[in-house]
């Protein structure tokens, strides 16, 4: 796909309408950038409201921006999910609905249901292949998130599993035994909602993160997960399996059969559900970053690339030696690092990000975080 010379160049091209496009979109105009877009394939938080139905926010969200404190799902200064949407721990859909109402208050120039379907650059300058055309921009800000791309490899016969991601609404999966594969995040809020539906549920996990000492919810369960596992229900219906990793999955005309490395084998009648986290999109532009040795993209300490100078990563595939910045309220820290550099490039004092430290949204020494609880 080529590109006529008389095509508008944009100082950023932003890839992703989520909590990150939106956010670092926000804090580029904070920069006093005006010149870029958003491109999104789909519409405005369309991951989010693809979640299951029952699935809210295990970070809570509270309106504390009165007293200097960030809600922290809030992605912009001044805003606040649980003032605009009343409730603590919201859904999915009601996340989307927030972003929506957030891209619209800061008047963001975004482009739904366009597909990026390639980057490279030529020169000084990055061509944006989407379905429809190229465009041209000097800097690209990828943040096109991690949901919608589920991981689904994890073990020989995992393709007979359902993937959590791609369930609409727990109240419509037929049967009354289930095995979950995955014991973080996703596979607990699984077995919660089954449950309380009077469902037996069996829950394989490789580790025991429900019994992890950290106080990183990078590492270790939510609270609200684990308030949530001491549930009644959830003790009479969820039997747990730590340290049980899966080998395989079998089917043998209408019953599945689960083998754990230990040998043992369990069997039920309906898809097993495998909770096994996200490939994340990241690994759509892998051919230009380079890699950390855990797969992760190597960044430079703006979050750009080592190899392609002008591309920055934003969201939830943010790594920096040992910190993980996978949960909004940790990413968000670092969109005025990106919006800063880029704005320099361009000329631009981006004064106005300064404010972002204030409200904690703006972490450019590492050296400061990943402290632990101590009791």
């Not at 800097?139 to 998130?145: E, F, N, P, Y």
């Not at 594969?181 to 919660?192: K, N």
């Not at 940790?330 to 430290?357: C, D, T, W």
């Amino acid at each position: 796909m080529t590109i006529a010379s008389n095509v508008k160049t944009y100082d950023v091209v932003v890839v992703g309408g989520g909590a990150a496009g939106v956010g670092v979109a926000i804090a580029l105009r904070h920069a006093g950038i005006e010149n870029f877009i958003v491109l999104e394939r789909h519409t405005v938080g369309s991951s989010f409201a693809s979640w299951p139905a029952e699935t809210r926010f295990i970070t809570p969200s509270f309106p504390t921006n009165s007293i200097g404190m960030l809600d922290l799902n809030s992605i912009a200064i001044g805003v606040s999910p649980a003032f605009s949407l009343e409730v603590e721990h919201p859904t999915g859909e009601e996340y989307a609905s927030h972003l929506r109402g957030v891209a619209k208050f800061f008047e963001l120039p975004i482009r739904e249901k366009t597909s990026v379907t390639g980057i490279i650059k030529v020169g000084d300058v990055f061509r944006i292949d989407t379905a429809d055309e190229a465009l041209r921009a000097r800097h690209v800000i990828w943040a096109a998130g991690e949901f919608q791309y589920p991981r689904l490899n994890g073990f020989v016969g995992s393709g007979l599993c359902r993937h959590t991601a791609t369930i609409a609404s727990y109240e419509d999966l037929d049967g009354d035994d289930f095995i979950i594969v995955g014991g973080y995040e996703s596979g607990v809020d699984a077995a919660y909602h089954l449950a309380y539906r009077d469902k037996r549920v069996r829950l394989f996990d490789k580790g025991c993160p429900w019994k992890d000492q950290s106080s990183d919810p990078s590492v270790a369960l939510s609270t609200y997960s684990l308030e949530r596992m001491r549930e009644d229900w959830f003790e009479e219906y969820v039997e747990l399996f730590p340290q049980t990793p899966i080998a395989s999955v079998t089917r043998v005309g209408a019953t599945y059969e689960v083998t754990a490395q230990d040998g043992r084998r369990f069997q039920t009648s309906v898809p097993p559900l495998w909770a096994g986290g996200f490939e994340g999109s990241h690994k759509l532009v892998a051919d230009l970053f380079e890699r950390r040795d855990d797969g992760f993209p190597l960044m430079s300490e703006h979050d750009e690339s080592t190899i392609v100078p002008g591309l920055f990563l934003c969201g939830p595939a943010v790594r920096h030696n040992n910190h993980s910045f996978c949960f909004i309220y940790k990413y968000r820290q670092r969109f005025a690092v990106v919006a800063k550099a880029i704005a320099g490039s361009l000329g631009l004092p981006a004064e106005e990000l300064e404010n972002y430290r204030k409200w904690g949204m703006y972490l450019d020494d590492l050296s400061c975080c990943g402290e632990e609880c101590v009791c």
